[in-house]
């Protein structure tokens, strides 16, 4: 599994600092090369216009009653793969989002690298 993670470029858009950190751990241990990790919208936006990404993990709920909505759109108009990443199961999705590839949260590294691994054989 993590052959077919090297050398990829993994967008991580995730608000908590030590989520974040242990997410680009767990990515980079694996030979990804993260880009981010992006802790808005906005910092997302701009990784995307400024960077080649084969796939991204996004957190859903960004605080404050922000979401990653925006960017899930920009990369599915783009036919970049992603994951959601929530504590809030399929509730915490849009009714649009809830065939995308999702990891609940907490989840372990071998649960969020499969799911990696099953969005970028989506494009395959």
Same mark, same amino acid.
Request: glycine content about 12%; hydrophobic content about 50%.
């Given at each position: 599994m993590t052959e077919e993670l090297l050398g990829k470029r993994v967008l991580v858009l995730e608000d908590e600092p030590?989520?974040?950190?242990a997410l680009v751990d767990i990515?980079? %241990? *694996? +030979?990804? /090369?993260? #880009?981010?990790? &992006?802790h808005d919208s906005d910092q997302a936006a701009k990784l995307i *216009? %400024?960077?080649s990404i084969d796939v991204a993990v996004l957190d859903v709920n960004l605080g404050s009653g922000r979401t990653s909505a925006a960017i899930a759109d920009c990369l599915k108009s783009v036919g970049t793969p992603f #994951?959601? &990443? /929530?504590?809030?199961?399929?509730? +915490?999705?849009r009714n649009a989002d =809830? $065939?995308?590839? =999702?990891? $609940?949260k907490p989840y372990c590294?071998? /649960?969020?690298? *499969?799911t990696v691994v099953a969005a970028l054989r989506t494009t395959a």
């Open positions: 030590l989520i974040a950190m990515l980079e %241990e *694996a +030979g990804c /090369t993260v #880009i981010g990790p &992006a *216009a %400024e960077s #994951i959601f &990443a /929530t504590g809030y199961g399929e509730m +915490g999705l =809830r $065939d995308q590839l =999702r990891v $609940d590294a071998p /649960t969020i690298l *499969a």
